[in-house]
């Protein structure tokens, strides 16, 4: 793996968190928010910090370095929040970067990541083949290609891999239900089903914003699945094994403070509205991160 350099060295560490600290949740745009709701519906008590890379996104169709580097930057920024611990809420970074970032930060700053949830695909198709939709980026890596060897090739189940670069943007607008969206949706897909896909796993965290949109289409012709749920318990067997869990209700605290840096904070709060439920209090604002290299 090629090296990287986070914005400030470890020479100057943080203190250890305490255990009313925030949960610190990164991705290179406002679909990761998929997982941070899974995550608050699962650990009601917890409070997060969210950094969505807008100015950056989609990862997808970026090279493997400079996925790594940007992803080092964002997770350096939740760690000196005062973060105590960290979720890559986006696959393709977590292809990348997940190794490096935990040898880097050692045991005082866990750092959780996604695997597109092929495995439960794996074991419950009954037709043997099942889809994975998810970026060009997230196939590289060798997460994937690790559950596939692990689970998908043992099983003789076929995977079909499904990429598409248009699919990101919709989201990042609130445009999953437009006609143009359909129609791409409809195009890369109906395929899959032609070939006989019962399970379609969403290898991407913008992408449980689509199921309404898929099922509107395709109906019970695909179970999705994707990584959300299981991201949330592990967060919290993380968060227990370092005693970091916070079990005491909170009252009138700000449950999701969500950081973008792309300048976009304002033009993000009607999307921002129609993602987060309406019980759970949120803000949006505005940050400039160094992104140059070191």
């Known amino acids: 793996m090629s090296a990287i350099h986070p914005i400030s060295e470890m020479t100057n560490q943080m203190p250890k968190a305490s255990i009313d600290a925030p949960i610190g949740i990164f991705d290179s745009g406002v679909g990761g928010l998929s997982v941070a709701l899974e995550i608050a519906k699962y650990l009601p008590n917890e409070r997060f910090i969210y950094y969505a890379d807008t100015e950056h996104v989609p990862y997808g169709p970026r090279e493997d370095r400079e996925i790594r580097h940007l992803t080092a930057h964002a997770i350096e920024w939740l760690y000196r929040q005062g973060c105590k611990v960290a979720v890559v809420a986006c696959n393709t970074a977590s292809a990348f970067s997940l190794d ?5 930060y050692g045991a005082d700053f866990p750092i959780i990541g996604l695997v597109p ?3 439960p695909a794996v074991l419950n198709t009954q037709s043997k083949t099942v889809a994975v939709l998810a970026t060009p980026a997230t196939f ?11 689970f998908a090739e043992p099983a003789s189940v076929n995977v079909i891999p499904v990429t598409c670069l248009d699919l990101v ?3 990042e607008a609130g445009e999953q239900m437009s006609p143009a969206c359909l129609a791409t949706l409809t195009e890369i897909l109906q395929p899959v089903v032609d070939a006989g896909a019962d399970y379609l796993v969403l290898g991407c965290t913008h992408y449980p914003f689509l199921k309404t949109s898929i099922q509107y289409i395709f109906g019970h012709k ?9 991201v949330a318990r592990q967060t919290a067997r993380i968060l227990i094994k370092n005693e970091l869990l916070f079990e005491y209700q909170r009252q009138d605290d700000l449950k999701i403070r969500l950081f973008v840096s792309g300048q976009n904070a304002e033009q ?10 309406s019980d759970l209090t949120w803000s949006v604002a505005n940050i400039e991160v160094d992104q140059s290299s070191d």
């Open 100 to 104: 490096y970032l935990r040898e880097h």
């Open 117 to 119: 949830a092929l495995k």
């Open 140 to 150: 590289r890596g060798k997460l994937i290609k690790d559950v596939m060897t692990r």
């Open 169 to 171: 943007p919709f989201v």
């Open 222 to 230: 695909l179970t999705l699945i994707d990584s959300g749920l299981a």
């Open 268 to 277: 993000l709060q009607p999307v921002l509205s129609r993602m987060i439920p």
